[in-house]
């Protein structure tokens, strides 16, 4: 069983940063390969940001479109850790976000990191809301 946490949301303004924070646990693993997504209201469920270590030691990110140049994901010095600097927030980016952990790492072998299914561990989300 591996046990997903995040923390971090809030109320900002239009303009405002905000810095999630998660961390996965459980069973006998160390590594994983992680991600935020979010829902909106009547939206469905779509992948912000995504990183993992490789091989190398080398981190991987991905970002979708609408939030590249404003969001930052970063690895804590525990590879089971996940952050998401939001800068320049906007009220689209209000939204349920979520923080996704995978052990094995579907998203490296051909996987889509944005796939909601390519993540079998969730936690139970934290509001973000963007409004003047």
């Known amino acids: 069983q591996v046990h997903v946490v995040e923390s971090g949301g809030g109320s900002v303004q239009p303009g405002g940063s905000l810095r999630l924070s998660c961390a996965a646990s459980g069973d006998s693993y160390t590594h994983f390969c992680m991600g935020w997504f979010r829902q909106g209201p009547g939206k469905e469920r779509e992948g912000v940001a995504a990183g993992y270590t490789g091989d190398s030691s080398e981190y991987y990110t991905y970002y979708a479109d609408s939030v590249k140049g404003r969001f930052t994901v970063s690895q804590g010095s525990a590879k089971n850790t996940l952050y998401l600097q939001m800068n320049n927030l906007k009220p689209e980016d209000t939204a349920m976000y979520y923080c996704?952990?995978?052990?094995?790492?579907?998203?490296?072998?051909?996987?889509?990191?944005?796939?909601?299914?390519?993540?079998?561990?969730w936690g139970q989300g934290t509001q973000v809301t963007v409004s003047s």
């Open positions: 996704a952990a995978d052990p094995v790492c579907v998203m490296t072998y051909g996987g889509r990191w944005y796939d909601p299914s390519s993540f079998p561990y």
